[in-house]
């Protein structure tokens, strides 16, 4: 069981939904949809049941596969990049296909969290809209549904920042039966929308650190409970990805649950997830996403944002995002190596000299997290600097991507 200061850290995996999602956006359109000479207003309006835009499939490969956590959807829509996943609260039908047109492959998941709330009106009203949509007598969240301290004080995360403008996050108790039918709504409504094709669930520990008012053992027991009745509601069987917050082990407990999961803050100060751990994490069916980011601070570090990257590209079932951090993230960030068209894979990854190569169609990928010497027998171009050579210098703790040069 983690210590109190080891769970500190744990607090900052927490991925704020910063609220993007503007509420008169996100009241299921078809409430603005209505016909303008309907004169009666308390009709309850339908369950969009629309499918997304369809668009050919261009014939371009699927390698580098970029991912964005709790979007910014305006951001990456006007970047008219092609992002293959990407996650929020909700996508309206209109985002989804906006989406689509920058890449009729991305992938478009949806969802908060099942243990906590954030103790911001904006968040609130968002969930609660959401959860009571076409429900005759919505559920309001009351004190009861709260964890609590023997003090009767709410169990809260420490979230809390005046120098971040954010609000405290709270424990919810999975055992109340309230509480689980209005999460639960919430992620029926979520999984009943044609433009999603799948969920994340945000902030998933497998034990609680708050409060002696639950145990350990009722904590797993009640979530799980919970994650079986989203099961349940998941007809389509939709993908479903977690936030692990640092690694796999965080969350083993649910792994029948989620098809993949999101390793946060990964090679970074706050979670202190190694290389050697994301590599051995693709060793398995789950989709995994690295989430390499700038420790909160901005300052964008090329050398670890390219060896995640690399490391993404070694497997067949790892994505790749790269932002500013646990405290604000989703930013529409692109970079050169992103654009490279590498082909499909010609096989799998192999070590080197403390490296890990991998050879596609049209090139060579190098991670290094303790450096490398490159040779090549034909000329090959570095993405990252465009110089042409035969032999190249990777630092430690950088990746490479080379690409045939023309006419070799």
Known sequence: MLSLGVDKRLLLLVAILIPALVIGGILLEQEEEQNPGEQEHTQEPETPTETPVEIDEPDESDFPKIASWLSKKEELIESQKPFDLVMAGWFTHEEAADLRENNPDVLILAGLTTTWVWDNEEWMNFLLVIANYGRENPIEITEDMYLHDPEGARCGFGWASDEWDQEEIYAMDPRNPQWVELVTSFYEMVLTQP??????????????????????????????????????????????????????????????????YLMENFIGEQLKTSFDEGLEAANSDYIVIYGVDTDDTGVVDPNKMRLGLTLSLLNDNTYFTYDFGPR??????????????????????????????????????????????VSFDEEHTDITTGDSSTSFTIEPGDGRIFVRSLGS
């Open 195 to 260: 433009q999603h094709d799948g969920i994340i669930v945000d902030m998933v520990v497998d034990k609680q650190y708050w409060t002696q008012s639950i145990t350990e053992e009722e904590w797993l027991e009640a979530t799980r409970a919970i994650y079986d009745k989203i099961a349940e509601l998941n007809t389509e069987d939709k993908l479903v990805i977690f936030n692990a917050g640092a690694r796999f082990t965080d969350i083993d407990a649910y792994s029948e649950y989620f098809d993949g």
């Open 328 to 373: 604000d993230h989703g930013q529409a960030w692109w970079y050169d190596e992103y654009d490279v068209d590498l082909g499909e894979p010609i096989d799998d990854y192999y070590a080197l000299e403390g490296a890990y190569w991998r050879e596609f169609e049209n090139g060579i990928v190098v991670s290094a997290p303790n450096g490398a010497e």
